[in-house]
């Protein structure tokens, strides 16, 4: 049986209890693949045995998941794999029956099983670490056939989310010992730790935590252990390495054994690492790829990472180094790598820059390392026998051990001795990166030498090198005029600072005004409301109740905005009263229920003169903001003149989007909108998004854009407004050559007018065409002939003059007689129809027509050769190569606003003619998406035409044959 691993840490690993669960790889888990249901997301997810895959709830509070194990199991083990969405409270039901639910809707599903009056099988209220979250709980004795998992509450701002739910069945022998359990372990060098020794049963559940009179011995002498006699151990090793640590008993007259591992890491708590900026802000990353990243693998945080990035990735131009600052002598070096580990590399070190200005690396390598990693995380670490003299360390890859994809570190480590005296080496400038035109920022420059100390000041200035802003600084307090944004540096002696760029924020940006939709709500008022705080008006105040408090009690007063739509926020600004709150909190959060932890809090302030508090930080997708006070600075309660924020709306693609049917929720932003847009676009959905300008501009010219009733942009060109099942749209302007489709399935009504603009040659004679509206022939520029007849015996299409007092049919195959040139077709206060749908005639048909399937077919002297409908796969079209009709591929493009003709089942046609008003005027030729031209030749040879489109080599020819594109054709 394989040793089983709860947990590790850098210092040591703590027994709880639960030291090993259930060996699944031994053990049947009775839940896979068993019928799982759950109140939203993917069940079958959470029980497949695939830990890539998971089941996810929807974001809240109190989500459900329960699997059916098809009959009553006695049950002894439960494990949840969750993912960093987990479960923080949660219980775990056992029925015998099935638990009973409701379904809403939209697909959700609602528990109505009672469940205050069971008894939770395993409950839990508890904070996990240690991704991926494994939850185990072992020696459980209950009977269920049906096992419910209650969310109660979230461990994230997420839904709830488990990658596998696994069940064991109690065994005969379950209280039986079969082996020994040892905890595994990982110290520093010369620190001690201690292991735990416990019985485990046959399928690795752990029964008895003091094993008594067992002994445990390391597979190395420079491992001391010391037995506690209540089945702990205390281990210590000043020896770095790996160590194989192994337990004996008798139990009931059987031996029983078992290990567990012993990892001895160096000591990074007594040995500063001088590499990370946290330690020492001289140090400086830098790679070949990734460079702007390269700070993650030196900032001293392990859940942060450099990566050289996927694809073919590997040899000696990948690297990374860190400029130390100054000159050190290095005694150790530690890669910690991610699964992306240089699987061999070399590390060079350097003392100074070479003429370009690169380190001077040496030519041989201080450390070469070709070997292949186990243990996740991977800590690479080598202790040097002899110190280098180093500023400069880079570690070069080799090869890589992750196939795919070059090095990546979570974290670089160099431990050594300062070898330099303290000279003034960096300038360093702190403040808010955001401030509002005409107000002031105070700006902070501190001097450092190169171990970090701080350095003195003395004689500084500022220069700038850009300024679109008017900003000025003065003694320290940086002001500006007008929005835009400045860049300047600070200089100290002879050193000077990285650039910092302050943006200013104009007043006219302040989006939490009521007048922009934003609302507010408070605990309390008196005489104000929570209203004067976002009116726009300084000479307003939100007032909280007064009179009955002191200064400095603590107290619970709030004022929540919101803003009506979530935005990327640059800056908020509180600008108080007198009375204000001595200690206090600001939130922002896209959730009015969940507030998440404070982004500022604000402690010590003493009543007095109005106070203007900026929070510049940047938070993404933020709807609320409250300011909570926690404490009075008067007698007076709280009172705030105006909440102002400043940042840009966010405006987000749905998942029902589609390549063509794009559907926007969130605060309107035109970067967004321009990033989806494209001229296949069909439709806009907008009819959720706040704050429309009053022109949108769109790249296909047939692009319907919807949008609620009341827009800014509502009488523009093809905006439909929306207005519960009203779609009411104040002009139509379709081009020819675009696609064009009404996405809602619904006729766009009441148009005050409908255009569409093509290419009508008088040369054609006969135009065929389909528009998704209908229209009278009120120009005398062209005759409507309507399709009436398809006889495929005779393979003609019949057609017939259309009374022009009626109005032609939408979404219908026409022919129009033309009588001159033209380009446009006009509609008043007319339909829109979805296109394209089923065709009624405009008189009853021939019962042939009656026995066609509707399918899309483009007719000669179509004026355009765009493509814009797309088949599915189900359709026919004519094939010119077997001469029939045939199942076009799916994605097939068909030319909008062609003639469409339509074929049953698989009939063999050769060429359809067109009769028109009894005279048959001309062949229907197929023509492809792209109009290729061709030669036409008399049967003798001779060239009548030359470089001509196929679909217009014929027009006009006499009765006869033709050789047309090197095929032979009959003209009739």
């Known amino acids: 049986m394989k040793t089983k691993l709860l ?128 939850d185990s709980h072992s020696g459980l004795n209950a009977t269920a056939r049906y096992l419910l998992v209650y969310c109660q509450t979230r461990g994230s701002v997420y839904g709830n989310s488990f990658y596998e739910f696994r069940v064991a069945e109690r065994v005969a022998d379950y209280d039986v010992v079969k082996e020994l359990g040892v905890t595994n372990l990982t110290i520093n060098q010369g620190e001690s730790g201690t292991v735990t020794v416990s019985g485990l049963n046959s399928i690795g559940t752990v029964i008895d935590a003091t094993e008594a009179g067992a002994t445990l011995t390391a597979s190395s002498s420079d ?107 290095v005694n150790a070096i530690e890669m910690i790598w991610q699964n992306a580990y240089a699987k061999s590399y070399k590390i060079y070190t350097a003392t100074q820059l070479d003429t370009e200005g690169n380190p001077a690396w040496g030519t041989t390598e201080i450390i070469s390392q070709d070997a292949t990693l186990t243990e996740f995380p991977y800590e690479d670490t080598h202790v040097l026998a002899t110190p280098v003299t180093a500023r400069y360390i880079k570690v070069s890859q080799i090869e890589n051990g992750y196939p795919g994809y070059g090095m990546s570190m979570w974290e670089f480590r160099v431990a050594g001795t300062a070898s330099a005296p303290s000279v003034l080496t960096y300038v360093n400038i702190s403040s808010n990166t955001v401030t509002v035109a005409g107000r002031s920022e105070n700006i902070t420059a501190t001097a450092t030498d190169q171990y970090g100390k701080a350095y003195s000041t003395d004689g500084i200035t500022y220069n700038f090198s850009a300024n679109t802003s008017g900003a000025s600084i003065t003694n320290g307090v940086f002001t500006s005029t007008q929005k835009g944004s400045a860049t300047f540096t600070a200089t100290v002696g002879s050193v000077t600072s990285s650039p910092i760029t302050i943006n200013t924020v104009a007043e006219g940006d302040n989006i939490a005004l009521a007048s922009n939709g934003a609302t507010a709500t408070a605990d309390a ?78 402690t010590g302030n003493a009543f007095g003169a109005a106070t203007h508090d900026f929070y510049g930080t940047t938070l993404s997708g933020k709807r609320y903001i409250k300011i909570n006070s926690t404490k009075n600075a008067s007698a007076y309660g709280n009172s705030i003149y105006e909440i102002k924020v400043y940042g840009k709306g966010i405006m987000s693609l749905t998942s029902a989007a589609t390549a063509t049917a794009k559907i926007y929720t969130g605060t309107w932003n035109a970067a967004t909108f321009a990033a989806n847009d494209a001229a296949t676009v069909t439709n806009n959905d907008l009819t959720s998004v706040k704050g429309l300008p009053s022109t949108i501009t769109v790249a296909n010219p047939n692009c319907l854009v919807y949008v ?150 483009t007719l000669n002297g179509m004026y355009s050769t765009y493509s814009g409908y797309t088949t599915t796969g189900s359709e026919y079209v004519y094939d010119a190569t077997s001469k029939t009709f045939v199942i076009a591929a799916s994605g097939t493009l068909i030319a909008p606003f062609g003639a469409y003709v339509y074929a049953s089942s698989n009939p063999t046609v050769n060429n359809l003619a067109i009769e028109i008003n009894g005279t048959t005027t001309n062949n229907a030729v197929i023509v492809d998406d792209v109009n290729p031209f061709v030669d036409v030749y008399t049967l003798d040879g001779r060239l009548i035409r030359h470089n001509v489109e196929t679909d217009k080599a014929t027009i006009n020819l006499e009765k006869g044959f033709y050789i047309v594109g090197g095929k032979k054709l009959f003209v009739k």
């Not at 009506?564 to 800056?571: E, H, M, R, S, V």
């Open 708 to 857: 609620a009733s009341g827009a800014a942009c509502a009488t523009q060109n093809n905006v439909v407004t929306v207005s519960g099942d009203n779609y009411t749209a104040h002009a139509i302007a379709l081009t020819a050559g675009h696609p064009f489709y009404a996405a809602h399935d619904v006729a766009v009504s009441t148009a005050d007018n409908i255009t569409f603009t093509g290419s009508f040659a008088k040369s054609d004679e006969y135009c065929p065409i389909v528009l998704p509206f209908s229209f009278r022939t009120l120009s005398s520029d062209f005759e409507i002939e309507l399709l009436s007849k398809v006889n495929l015996a005779e393979k003609k299409l019949t057609f017939k003059t259309k009374n022009p007092s009626n109005s032609s049919a939408a979404n219908y195959p026409l022919m129009l007689k033309l009588n001159a040139d033209f380009t446009t077709i006009t509609a008043y206060n007319d339909t829109v129809f979805a296109t394209p749908v089923t065709p009624t005639p405009g008189e009853t048909p021939a019962p042939d027509l009656n026995m066609l399937k509707w399918i899309p077919m």
């Open 525 to 602: 008022s008196t005489t104000a409301s929570a209203d004067f705080a976002i009116d726009g008006n300084d000479g307003t105040r939100w007032i909280s109740n007064s009179g009955t408090e002191a200064a400095d009690q603590e107290i619970n007063h709030w004022i929540t905005v919101d803003l009506g739509g979530n935005y990327d926020i640059d800056l908020i600004e509180v600008q108080w009263e007198a009375a204000i709150a001595k200690d206090y909190e600001v939130y922002a959060s896209d959730n009015a229920d969940d507030l998440g932890t404070a982004v500022y809090t604000k």
């Open 223 to 329: 491992v001391t252990i010391t037995n506690n006699n209540d089945g702990t151990f205390g281990v210590t090793c000043n020896t770095l390495g790996t160590y194989t640590l192994t337990a004996s008993a008798t139990v009931a007259g059987l031996a029983c054994t078992g290990t567990g591992t012993l990892a001895v890491k160096y000591n990074w708590t007594t040995n500063t690492n001088i590499a990370a900026t946290t330690n020492n802000s001289l140090a400086v990353a830098h790679a070949s790829h990734n460079d702007a990243s390269a700070y993650l693998s030196n900032d001293n945080n392990t859940g942060t990472r450099w990566e050289a990035g996927g694809g073919a990735v590997t040899g000696t131009d990948v690297y990374w180094y860190v400029d130390l600052g100054n000159t050190y002598s």
């Open 7 to 134: 947990f590790l840490s850098l210092l040591v690993c703590l027994f709880t209890g639960q030291a090993w669960g259930v060996d699944w790889t031994e053990t049947t888990n009775l839940a896979l693949n068993k019928t799982a249901v759950s109140s939203s997301g993917t069940a079958s997810a959470g029980n497949d045995g695939n830990t890539g895959t998971r089941w996810e709830s929807a974001t809240k509070d109190g989500e459900w998941w329960f699997v059916d194990l098809t009959e009553a199991k006695t049950i002894s083990d439960i494990e949840i794999v969750w993912e960093g969405a987990y479960a923080k409270t949660y219980q775990v039901y056992g029925f015998t029956t099935e638990p009973t639910y409701t379904t809403n809707e939209d697909g959700t599903k609602t528990l109505t099983q009672d469940l205050s009056a069971a008894t939770p099988i395993y409950s839990q209220d508890k904070t996990l670490t240690g991704f991926p979250y494994t």
